[in-house]
């Protein structure tokens, strides 16, 4: 079989390959670029002299962290079909349309986004948060998860396999966490048997500003590997962590961090409308902030700007949350901001 062992940030053997599948004119040279930044794929920009910009990822079986952790390299065909539903989902622009996948060498090809374009997390670390980024961050993952509830019956059954949750989520977050903090076990415990029996609409299952990058004042969501059918309320906290994990290392603009996490709150809210589960949607969320804002400082992904001091700081303000959860997302948002 030719270029099965085809490794995308070889570029000789990406050209060859490229070639061989009609992508790329004989006597054409693209422009490669290997993207850093995620642990979990190679990504290679692609830019041939003629025709579309291509993002290429193949997914990595032994992810890039410091603990072992590794993860089937076929979910990048589950991406795959995340960008197909997505595209169909979320607002027009902010999605980038698959170009083709090739299920021998586990690749995906996508448009890139146009340059200039920054990611939203560099933003966020160098200060530059704006309620806009926010609101709109906010307002995609509730049209998205109102969308997909409607389409239940179809979506459902496309997304249901949750292996990828599994591995890449509830073992190295939650588990793992509750192996390292023996006093948070049974809540983490509680929390996964939640995600898995609340099957409620698409949960993209990493919703974070490091898979946004704005170009030209707008959001682009990246990264759909874990995506499935599952519990909204995890996308909820994984969100939020970010916001509060970002309150705790920049002091100097703690409150405006935590006001941007009720702003995403209620922004999520107003464009989720009205759906059966809105009900114990927030105490859900809430204990999912508690839970992902305890995984990112203990589990096998700790959030790198974290130092130690601060690692220990979040765990010892999510344990003291944790025995009597606070009743809202603003209530939480105030109480964990005391703690530190
Ligand atoms: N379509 C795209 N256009 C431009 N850059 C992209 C695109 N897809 C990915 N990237 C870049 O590559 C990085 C890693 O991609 P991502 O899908 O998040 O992979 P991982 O699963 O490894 O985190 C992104 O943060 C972004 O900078
Ligand atoms: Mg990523």
Redesign the pocket.
Same mark, same amino acid.
């Given at each position: 079989m030719p270029h099965a062992d085809l490794d995308i940030e070889h570029p000789e053997e990406l050209i060859a390959y490229m070639r061989e599948a009609g992508r790329l004119e004989p006597g054409e040279t693209p422009r490669i670029e290997i993207l850093a =930044? =995620?642990v979990?794929n190679k990504t290679v920009f692609f830019e041939p002299e003629f025709g579309q910009t291509l993002v290429l990822k193949q997914a990595l079986a032994k992810l890039r962290v410091k603990a072992d952790w590794f993860s089937d390299p076929a979910r990048v065909h589950r991406e795959a079909e995340g960008l197909r539903a997505l595209i169909e989902l979320a607002p027009v622009g902010t999605i980038t349309p698959l170009a083709f996948e090739d299920e021998r060498v586990h690749l995906l090809a996508m448009y890139a986004v146009p340059k200039p374009h920054e990611n939203w997390k560099e933003l966020l670390l160098a200060g530059r948060l704006e309620s806009g980024h926010v609101a709109a961050f906010a307002e995609l993952l509730g049209t998205i998860q109102r969308r997909a509830h409607e389409r239940r019956e179809e979506l459902a059954a496309r997304f249901a396999d949750r292996r990828f949750f599994e591995s890449l989520r509830l073992e190295p977050y939650y588990a793992y966490a509750a192996e390292h903090v023996p006093e948070a076990a049974g809540f983490l415990h509680a929390l996964i048997a939640a995600a898995r029996a609340r099957t409620l609409t698409l949960v993209h299952g &990493?919703y974070s500003p490091?898979?946004v990058l704005i170009h030209k004042g707008r959001l682009v969501l990246? &990264?759909h590997e874990v995506i499935h059918w599952g519990d909204p309320a995890f996308d909820i906290g994984f969100a939020l962590t970010h916001f509060l994990s970002k309150a705790h290392h920049l002091p100097a603009q703690r409150t405006a961090f935590a006001d941007a996490a009720i702003l995403f709150w209620n922004s999520y809210l107003e464009a989720l409308g009205e759906v059966p589960w809105r009900g114990d949607l927030e105490a859900c969320a809430v204990r999912h902030t508690l839970g992902c804002l305890l995984a990112r400082v203990a589990g096998r992904s700790p959030l790198e700007y974290l130092n130690p001091d601060a690692r220990a700081r979040q765990r010892a303000a999510v344990c003291a949350l944790m025995t009597s959860p606070p009743p809202s997302i603003p209530a939480l948002c105030g109480e964990f901001l005391a703690q530190l």
């Amino acid at each position: 079989m030719p270029h099965a062992d085809l490794d995308i940030e070889h570029p000789e053997e990406l050209i060859a390959y490229m070639r061989e599948a009609g992508r790329l004119e004989p006597g054409e040279t693209p422009r490669i670029e290997i993207l850093a =930044g =995620g642990v979990s794929n190679k990504t290679v920009f692609f830019e041939p002299e003629f025709g579309q910009t291509l993002v290429l990822k193949q997914a990595l079986a032994k992810l890039r962290v410091k603990a072992d952790w590794f993860s089937d390299p076929a979910r990048v065909h589950r991406e795959a079909e995340g960008l197909r539903a997505l595209i169909e989902l979320a607002p027009v622009g902010t999605i980038t349309p698959l170009a083709f996948e090739d299920e021998r060498v586990h690749l995906l090809a996508m448009y890139a986004v146009p340059k200039p374009h920054e990611n939203w997390k560099e933003l966020l670390l160098a200060g530059r948060l704006e309620s806009g980024h926010v609101a709109a961050f906010a307002e995609l993952l509730g049209t998205i998860q109102r969308r997909a509830h409607e389409r239940r019956e179809e979506l459902a059954a496309r997304f249901a396999d949750r292996r990828f949750f599994e591995s890449l989520r509830l073992e190295p977050y939650y588990a793992y966490a509750a192996e390292h903090v023996p006093e948070a076990a049974g809540f983490l415990h509680a929390l996964i048997a939640a995600a898995r029996a609340r099957t409620l609409t698409l949960v993209h299952g &990493d919703y974070s500003p490091k898979n946004v990058l704005i170009h030209k004042g707008r959001l682009v969501l990246l &990264d759909h590997e874990v995506i499935h059918w599952g519990d909204p309320a995890f996308d909820i906290g994984f969100a939020l962590t970010h916001f509060l994990s970002k309150a705790h290392h920049l002091p100097a603009q703690r409150t405006a961090f935590a006001d941007a996490a009720i702003l995403f709150w209620n922004s999520y809210l107003e464009a989720l409308g009205e759906v059966p589960w809105r009900g114990d949607l927030e105490a859900c969320a809430v204990r999912h902030t508690l839970g992902c804002l305890l995984a990112r400082v203990a589990g096998r992904s700790p959030l790198e700007y974290l130092n130690p001091d601060a690692r220990a700081r979040q765990r010892a303000a999510v344990c003291a949350l944790m025995t009597s959860p606070p009743p809202s997302i603003p209530a939480l948002c105030g109480e964990f901001l005391a703690q530190l």
